[in-house]
Nanobody
Framework: QVQLVESGGGLVQPGQSLRLSCAASGFTFSMYSVGWFRQPPGAERELVAGMQWTGGSTYYADSVKGRFTISRDDVKKMVYLEMNSLKAGDTAVYYC??????????????WGQGTQVTVSS
């Protein structure tokens, strides 16, 4: 069955960096666009970064553009999110999923447990 396992979160100070990882299994990973979502406390889940299945096109939310970089390794079935210059507003639980890059929505019904990112001084 589909499994998505996120890791790499933690508590960091503003301005620091983190690298999130997502291990995917149970579907033909290389044929799907993938993305990172985040859900701040009391807010809805939102897409912050996406990458086309070919590895060509990418999407970044305005709030993270220039600071976050998404990448993928189709051999290892992994998705990564490099997060630099972190801000308090980046505090959230981060999730990965396969996505429809035209509509910027998740397409797999299963979600992982997410990984908590807390940015605080």
């Amino acid at each position: 069955q589909v499994q998505l396992v996120e890791s790499g979160g933690g508590l960091v100070q503003p301005g620091q960096s983190l690298r999130l990882s997502c291990a995917a299994s149970g579907f033909t990973f290389s044929m799907y666009s993938v993305g990172w979502f985040r859900q701040p406390p009391g807010a809805e889940r939102e897409l912050v970064a996406g990458m086309q299945w070919t590895g060509g096109s990418t999407y970044y939310a305005d709030s993270v553009k220039g600071r976050f970089t998404i990448s993928r390794d189709d051999v290892k079935k992994m998705v990564y999110l490099e997060m630099n210059s972190l801000k308090a507003g980046d505090t959230a639980v981060y999730y990965c999923n396969a996505i429809d890059l035209k509509r910027n929505v998740a397409i797999l019904p299963s979600w992982g447990q997410g990984t908590q990112v807390t940015v605080s001084s």
